[in-house]
């Protein structure tokens, strides 16, 4: 079983940067690919990056790439997502995620934290 807990959401002015943070409960956090969910009002989650287990294997959406940054420490298990140049439309709810895979077409996780609003104002 793992918990996820996020922080560093808030509000932020086009153009600028907020780093997120979820730190994770539970001894397996080390063998679990950990992502970065978000949510739009009215829209479908979709990640926005994924980071395996050790770091060496990253993927981000088109719609971040160049822009966000996601890592790991497996030592304070915390996965952080670094996210420069934001846009209006990076406006979300923000879901850290655990033991992320893709099934049936789509990228899903087996645990998710509460969510964390950002909003990007123009």
């Known amino acids: 079983q793992v918990q996820l807990v996020e922080s560093g959401g808030g509000l932020v002015q086009a153009g600028g940067s907020l780093r997120l943070s979820c730190a994770a409960s539970g001894r397996t956090f080390s063998s679990y690919s950990m992502g970065w969910f978000r949510q739009a009002q009215g829209k479908g989650r979709e990640l926005a990056a994924l980071i395996n287990w050790s770091g060496t294997n990253l993927y981000y959406a088109d719609s971040v790439k160049g822009r966000f940054t996601i890592s790991r420490d497996n030592v304070k298990n915390t996965v952080y997502l670094q996210m420069n140049s934001l846009k209006p439309e990076d406006t979300a709810v923000y879901y850290c995620?655990?033991?992320?895979?893709?099934?049936?077409?789509?990228?899903?996780?087996?645990?998710w934290g509460q969510g964390t609003q950002v909003t990007v104002s123009s």
């Open positions: 995620a655990a033991d992320v895979a893709y099934r049936s077409g789509t990228y899903t996780s087996t645990y």
